[in-house]
């Protein structure tokens, strides 16, 4: 079982001045602890979808402490963003 369970997920801007075109923030909990997580999608990738995103979220929930953020390219990988 995941260390970290989804509460919630709505959709969110893109960060401005960035190449990317949708983004989905999930509400994370853990043990009483709480974090957020955002996905955005490079632009022209056409993959933004609130399924898509938790998926590539589902990786990263049996860390210690999910990323912030992750990027996922125009190809499909994921990779957590630089803060």
Known sequence: MAKWRIER???VDASPGRDTESAFTFHLRSNGEETQTTVEYASGSGLGSM???RDALR???DRDRPPRR???AR???VSEAAE
């Open 70 to 72: 992750l990027i996922v």
């Open 9 to 11: 997920e709505r959709g």
């Open 51 to 53: 399924s898509a995103a």
């Open 59 to 61: 990786p990263y929930l």
């Open 75 to 77: 190809n499909g990988s």
